[in-house]
């Protein structure tokens, strides 16, 4: 988790999200609150907000999430049903546990002058990414939606990492949120699919400038989010999405979750799920990056 910035800021692009087998959107149906025990309270963030902000924005609810908007009522409920809503009951499905037990503000501007307008007056932002971040410090994520959903289901993730594996290794952290900006959620089930990283993880193969595996379990956050963050970015996604393909993703994640005290990097417990030496891993491993293709 980036501990040492306030906030970190992704450059993303090229986003999809595949809700095939989802219910449509209908605006009688959304089911506001998750069937948990853990209650929000709105009120004051919401009254905080309408002393900072003009009467064009609107205020919807959804599980932790305060979503502010200056789309329609309509456009914001869609949003809030086939991304958050989806992307929420996905990932506690058999992969997340801990829920967030605070309210996290969720901007969702409609273009790109309101967004970057905003970012700047409410919390002094003038240098952001053009599709949006999430801001651990003050529990907010703010996005140009206009750019499409990718980006807010990769900063989704990074929220509920934060209350779920508060300890996680940069790589992973960012693998994981990486693998989901495109990404397909049917029947409960999130799945990343290839994007628009992959060729910088060939051609670090094919020019013989690839990294090992291990090597990148133990790359720190100043280093991650360096001058090379474009390759660790895809070299950390695809390994999670190897891992996905082999069926793997899920008993790794938990098993590295609750026991990450005996290896914070997490390379004891892939050894382990795959039960061979990484050195093999990472030769299966670029063989089969090499054979992905990415139109």
């Given amino acids: 988790m980036l501990k040492s910035i306030l906030y970190s ?7 999809e999200i595949n809700l095939s087998n989802c219910n449509n959107y209908n605006e009688n149906s959304i089911d506001r609150f998750i069937n948990d025990t853990i209650s929000y309270s709105y009120e004051l963030k919401i009254e905080e907000f309408k002393k900072k902000l003009t009467n ?14 200056n789309l329609t009522k309509k456009e914001a409920n869609k949003i809030i049903y086939n991304t958050i809503a989806n992307a929420e ?20 501007f409609k273009d790109e002058e309101t967004y970057k307008y905003w970012a700047e ?37 990074h929220v509920y990492l934060r209350f ?16 989901y900006e495109r990404c397909s959620m049917s029947n409960y089930d999130i799945k990343g699919l290839v994007n628009w990283r992959l060729p910088s993880l060939q051609n670090s193969i094919i020019n013989k400038k690839y990294k090992s595996l291990e090597y990148l379990f133990n790359v720190n956050e100043e280093e991650f ?17 190897y891992m996905q393909e082999l069926g793997l993703l899920k008993k790794f994640y938990k098993r590295f979750r609750n026991n990450y005290k005996e290896d914070s990097t997490g390379l004891l417990f892939i050894e382990e799920i795959f039960n061979k030496k990484i050195e093999l891993i990472d030769e299966d491993f670029t063989k089969w990056v090499m054979k992905l293709k990415y139109n």
């Fill in 225 to 241: 989010y360096g001058e090379n963050s474009g390759y660790y970015y895809a070299q950390a996604r695809y390994f999670c999405y």
């Fill in 121 to 157: 007056k409410l919390y002094g932002d003038s240098e952001v990414s053009y599709y949006g971040y999430y801001k651990p410090s003050e529990k907010v994520i703010l996005m140009n939606i206009s750019t499409g959903g990718g980006t807010l289901v990769h900063e989704l993730t």
């Fill in 9 to 15: 800021i992704i450059l993303l692009m090229f986003f």
């Fill in 89 to 108: 009951k996905c990932f506690y499905n058999d992969f997340f546990s801990t829920r967030p037990n605070e309210v996290i503000s969720v901007f969702l």
């Fill in 56 to 69: 064009e924005f609107i205020y919807e609810t959804y599980s932790c999430f305060l979503v502010i908007t």
């Fill in 164 to 179: 779920d594996f508060p300890e996680i290794p940069v790589w992973l952290n960012e693998g994981l949120g990486s693998l």
